[in-house]
C-alpha cells in the first residue's frame, strides 16, 4: 500500500528560525507536492517536484523553497519563520498522469510563535 | 486556472439520514474528478474519483458520486449517514490545463453527523 510519511506531526517554531518539513514516500513515485491547509482556504500548493533535484513553484511559494535530492524525499524549508506561517503542511506523492489520485501524508502541524 | 467550489462550508446532519456535499467547478474542458476525506489530525484519503465512462462513481464507507458535465458538477452522496462520517470533505479536480498534473482543491465541506 502507498506510504506517504511527514517526520512530524507537530512543531513550534519561533519566529526567524529557520524550518525543515520532510516527506518521505515508498511508492518510486516521480512527483511531489507540499501544500498548506487553512481553514476556509482549502488546499494550496506551495512548490512541487516532477524529478529529482527538480521544483517548480506553485500558488503560494513565498517565503518558501525546496529540496529534493532523493527521488523518495521532499523537503520544505521555510528560510526565516513567521507568525503568518502557522498552519497545516500537507506533502504529497503522484504516480503516473493526473488521471492518478495523490497520497498524501498525515500532516505537520506548525505553529510559530 | 480551474476552480472549484464548494458552497456549504458546513454540514451538520442526524445519524441514519441522506447527505449530499455540493461541488462545482469551472473548466470547459475534460477533467479528472476527486473527493478526499480528512479525518481530524491526519492527512486526506481518496474516497473515489471519476476519470470517465459511467457518471455515477461509488467510493468506499458508501459514498458515491455523480458528474455532470453540463452542470460542471460533481456531488458527494450518501444515503445514510454514520458518526463516523464526521469528518472534512475536499473535491478536487486536475486536468489538462497546461500542467496536467496539477490539481485544484475546494474549500472543503465538514460534515458534523449528529447522535
Known amino acids: 500500500d502507498v506510504k506517504v510519511t511527514q517526520s512530524s506531526r507537530y512543531l513550534v517554531k519561533r519566529t526567524g528560525e529557520k524550518v525543515f518539513l520532510e516527506c518521505v514516500q515508498d511508492?518510486?513515485?516521480?512527483?511531489m507536492f507540499w501544500y498548506r491547509q487553512d481553514p476556509g482556504l482549502g488546499l494550496r500548493l506551495i512548490y512541487f517536484?516532477?524529478?529529482?533535484?527538480?521544483?517548480e513553484k506553485g500558488d503560494i511559494p513565498e517565503g518558501y523553497s525546496v529540496s529534493r535530492e532523493k527521488k523518495e524525499r521532499f523537503s520544505l524549508i521555510l528560510e526565516s519563520a513567521s507568525t503568518n506561517q502557522t498552519s497545516m503542511y500537507l506533502c504529497?506523492?503522484?504516480?503516473?498522469?493526473?488521471?492518478?489520485?495523490?497520497?498524501f501524508g498525515n500532516g505537520t502541524r506548525l505553529t510559530v510563535t | 486556472a480551474q476552480s472549484v467550489t464548494q458552497l456549504d462550508s458546513q454540514v451538520p446532519v442526524f445519524e441514519e439520514a441522506p447527505v449530499e456535499l455540493r461541488c462545482n467547478y469551472s473548466?470547459?474542458?475534460?477533467?479528472?474528478l476527486f473527493w478526499y476525506v480528512q479525518y481530524p489530525n491526519q492527512g486526506l484519503q481518496l474516497l473515489l474519483k471519476?476519470?470517465?465512462?459511467?457518471?455515477l462513481v461509488k467510493g468506499i464507507n458508501g459514498f458515491e458520486a455523480e458528474f455532470n458535465k453540463s452542470q460542471t458538477s460533481f456531488h458527494l452522496r450518501k444515503p445514510s449517514v454514520h458518526i463516523s462520517d464526521t469528518a472534512e470533505y475536499f473535491c478536487?479536480?486536475?486536468?489538462?490545463?497546461?500542467?496536467?498534473?496539477?490539481?485544484?482543491f475546494g474549500s472543503g465541506t465538514k460534515l458534523n453527523v449528529k447522535p
Open positions: 504529497a506523492s503522484l504516480g503516473g498522469s493526473g488521471n492518478s489520485p495523490l497520497h
Open positions: 511508492m518510486d513515485h516521480e512527483n
Open positions: 517536484s516532477y524529478d529529482v533535484k527538480m521544483k
Open positions: 473548466s470547459s474542458v475534460s477533467v479528472y
Open positions: 471519476y476519470l470517465s465512462g459511467s457518471t
Open positions: 478536487a479536480v486536475s486536468g489538462p490545463l497546461g500542467n496536467f498534473n496539477k490539481f485544484y
